[in-house]
T-cell receptor, first 111, second 111 residues
Framework: DTAVSQTPKYLVTQMGNDKSIKCEQN?????MYWYKQDSKKFLKIMFS???????INETVPNRFSPKSPDKAHLNLHINSLELGDSAVYFC??????????FGNGTRLTVT | QQQVKQSPQSLIVQKGGISIINCAYE??????FPWYQQFPGKGPALLIA?????SEKKEGRFTISFNKSAKQFSLHIMDSQPGDSATYFC??????????FGQGTTLQVKP
């Protein structure tokens, strides 16, 4: 009964490939996020969706495309992967200003 | 531009001691200041949060001190325990809902 679940937990792929990370929340929250945590543990917001509508889009390469089929899901698709994309990607959700609930992350390694 | 600056980067404390982590922010529009705790392989989890209308908030061994005029806030962990060893992030948000994180502090509590 994990509140925010991400799959896969680990993703190892080669440069140039396209990959997706899935996220689902069962908390009934209306807002979902993607955060990137780099090797120095710095957390930076990438995107935010509210009821399937994009509301925050930070300066992220357009190789990254979020997709929200419904308000319980927010997937992240990455095209033409680069070495610098290696990081841990966290999905999170919140509801009407409530604290963010994070998933346990997807560690992406690009070789 | 780092809107939330956190220090120290790492901290070693003896069991039973007090751990103190400091944060400073620049944007006066911020009105919500949470602290998150992250264990290895897990996502960040909300520890305690404060709004600028109070100068201190205490929950168990964890206390946030807030200085609005100095634009600074800090986390105090009293009677630190080895189980408190984790990475701690301060954060700040305005009514846009976008949470800006500090750089993180890795705390090690020695038995």
């Amino acid at each position: 009964d994990t509140a925010v679940s991400q799959t896969p937990k680990y993703l190892v792929t080669q440069m140039g490939n396209d990959k997706s990370i899935k996220c689902e929340q069962n908390l009934g929250h209306d807002t979902m996020y993607w955060y990137k945590q780099d090797s120095k543990k710095f957390l930076k917001i990438m995107f935010s969706y509210n009821n399937k509508e994009l509301i925050i889009n930070e300066t992220v390469p357009n190789r990254f495309s979020p997709k929200s089929p419904d308000k319980a899901h927010l997937n992240l698709h990455i095209n033409s992967l680069e070495l610098g994309d290696s990081a841990v990607y966290f999905c999170a959700s919140s509801h009407q200003g409530s604290p963010l609930h994070f998933g346990n992350g997807t560690r992406l390694t690009v070789t | 531009q780092q809107q939330v600056k956190q220090s120290p980067q790492s901290l070693i404390v003896q069991k039973g001691g007090i751990s103190i982590i400091n944060c400073a922010y620049e944007n006066t529009a911020f009105d919500y200041f949470p602290w998150y705790q992250q264990f290895p392989g897990k996502g960040p989890a909300l520890l305690i949060a404060i709004r600028p209308d109070v100068s201190e908030k205490k929950e168990g061994r964890f206390t946030i001190s807030f200085n609005k005029s100095a634009k600074q806030f800090s986390l105090h962990i009293m009677d630190s325990q080895p189980g408190d060893s984790a990475t701690y992030f301060c954060a700040a948000a305005s009514n846009t809902g976008k949470l800006i994180f500090g750089q993180g502090t890795t705390l090690q509590v020695k038995p």
